[in-house]
Structures are given as C-alpha cells and as structure tokens.
C-alpha cells in the first residue's frame, strides 16, 4: 500500500518546527527518522494531512557531556549513540541497548528522540532512559521544560508531550561508583521487537552491599516499567546474597497488563521477562562487584 497523500514541511530551526506543528493542529505529524511513522503510513493505519520532516535541524543532533550527565540530542541516530566512545564510558546501559534495536539499516536511520517519542513499550530506548531516570527536554511555542522519564510515558504509543511539543533532547545521569549494567530482551527473531526484556542498573557501596538499584522491564505492559517494590526491598542487601531467579520472579509478579496474542500468553511473557530480569541481574552485579 502506499501512504494517504499529505503536504510536507522542512522547516530549519526547531523554533520554526513547533510553530507549524501549533498551526497545523492534531493533522500534524513529525518525522524524524521514520523507521516507525512510515511502515505505518504506508500501511495506513495512520494517516496525517501534514508531515513535519526534521531531517533539516541540525541542532537537534549531538552528543555533550556535562558534569555527570549526558546529553543526547533528540535527531541523533541510533547508530551515532552506538559508536560514541561518550556513550560507551559514561551511559553504558544505553550503548549495551543499541545494537538490539531492529537492523543496522534502521539504526543508521532511526533517531533516539524518534525512539523515544514513540514510546514503544517494547522498545529498548524507553526501557533505558525510564531505568536510568533520564530527563526529556521539549520545546513549544510556550517555551522550554524538562520531564522526568517517570512522568513521560503515559500509555501505549503516547507521552506527556503536547501535539505542538517538541523532543529536543534527551539528559542521561552517570552513575559513579562500583556499577554494573546490563539488558537482556527475547524476541522471536533478530531485529524484531522484544516479546519481553528487562534493563538493570546497580551500584555497590565498598562492604559489596546494594547501594542503589533499577529494574527496568519492556515488553510487558503499555509502557516500559521501573519494579520499584523489587528495588526498595533489594537496597541495603549484600549483593552475593540475592537470588537472581527470585529477583526476576518478584520483578514480575505484580505486572496487571501483560499484553497477549498470537506469539504469547501473557503468563508466558511474563515467565520470560522474569527469566530476562534474571540474566540482567547477573551480568550487572558480575560486573558491579569486578569494578
């Protein structure tokens, strides 16, 4: 099939980019890489009269580090976050999570702000930012604000942005320290989304005690989620002492909205993604206790 027809915008500056988005309405759409906007026009089951390309707004792209915090700018491709020896050292959890995402033809593509934007609940990007505690920044008319990834996704495919807002970037903290990262998805094939996955991230203090800990699972609700009863009974704990499998089954025991079809039930998603939460723990505290 191909798309319904539509006019098309290039602005060149992200001011002038949600000044259109504010007069063209709900009939507006952004592009950015469109690894996930186009398969869907083109199969219609989305359809917009305006498309808002931001192929042109060089500023939204970049990588900067501050401090202990990384900034991403929301136009960078997958595959600029994947090689950036920033990303590597300082955001290891989200240099560990790009090469899962698709192929490299859509990481070459693909933009992180795309990613997020999109919210996913099966996507990598999401998962990592909500574990890390990112922090989105958008622009609109109105000016600029700041939401914290615990307030940004919202439901299935929607965020806390406006139709007339804008991601411009995406602020990753650093966690210092002895800390480990991992992620771990199972998809039915390479390149597909994750039927389940799990992201995360532990910090040990000097007796090999859990400092501080994030549990982060996609695949296994509208949104990426954080298991924040499994991390409050898990700080303070000697790390050598927790039980990996028992860390994925209570990770996973009070999910309500395990989606289901025809690859899956959601009990057995949800025994995947507490075989994955399991994997994850593992490899993170392995290398947090190394470190």
């Known amino acids: 099939m191909k798309p319904a027809a539509f006019d098309y915008h290039a602005p ?33 089951l989305a359809v917009f009269d305006h498309l808002v390309d931001l192929r042109l707004l060089d500023e939204l792209r970049g990588i900067d580090t501050h401090g202990d915090e990384v900034r991403v700018g929301a136009g960078t491709t997958h595959a600029a976050v994947g090689r950036s020896p ?35 609940a099966a996507g990598e990007y999401p998962a990592v930012a909500l574990t890390l505690d990112a922090e989105m920044q958008t622009l609109s008319p109105r000016g600029q604000r700041t939401i914290p990834a615990a307030d940004y996704f919202t439901g299935m495919w929607s965020t806390a942005m406006a139709a007339d807002e804008l ?24 390149g ?17 005690r859990i400092d501080r800990v994030a549990v982060g699972l996609f695949g ?3 949104t990426p989620l954080r298991a924040v009863a499994t991390e409050s009974e898990l700080v303070g704990r000697p790390a050598a002492e927790v039980d990996a499998t028992e860390v994925g089954r209570s990770a996973t025991a009070a999910l309500s909205s395990v989606p289901a079809d025809i690859h899956g039930s959601a009990d057995y998603r949800r025994r995947i993604g507490a075989v994955m939460v399991a994997r994850a723990w593992t490899r993170a505290v392995e290398e947090a206790s190394n470190d």
């Open 192 to 208: 597909d989304f994750a039927m389940a996955g799990a992201t995360i991230a532990i910090r040990l203090d000097a007796d090999s």
């Open 220 to 222: 296994l609700a509208p």
């Open 86 to 120: 920033e990303i590597r050292r300082a955001i290891p959890l989200l240099h560990r999570a790009t090469p899962l995402i698709g192929h490299f033809q859509i990481r070459n593509r693909g933009t992180i702000g795309g990613a997020i934007a999109h919210a996913d």
């Open 167 to 190: 991601l411009t970037g995406i602020t990753f903290p650093a966690w210092r320290g002895r800390s480990g990262f991992a992620i771990e998805e199972f998809a039915r094939r390479a």
């Open 12 to 44: 060149t500056t992200a001011a002038e980019a949600v000044a259109l988005l504010a007069d063209l309405g709900d009939e507006a759409k952004i592009i950015a890489g469109g690894q996930s906007l186009v398969p869907m026009l083109a199969l219609r």
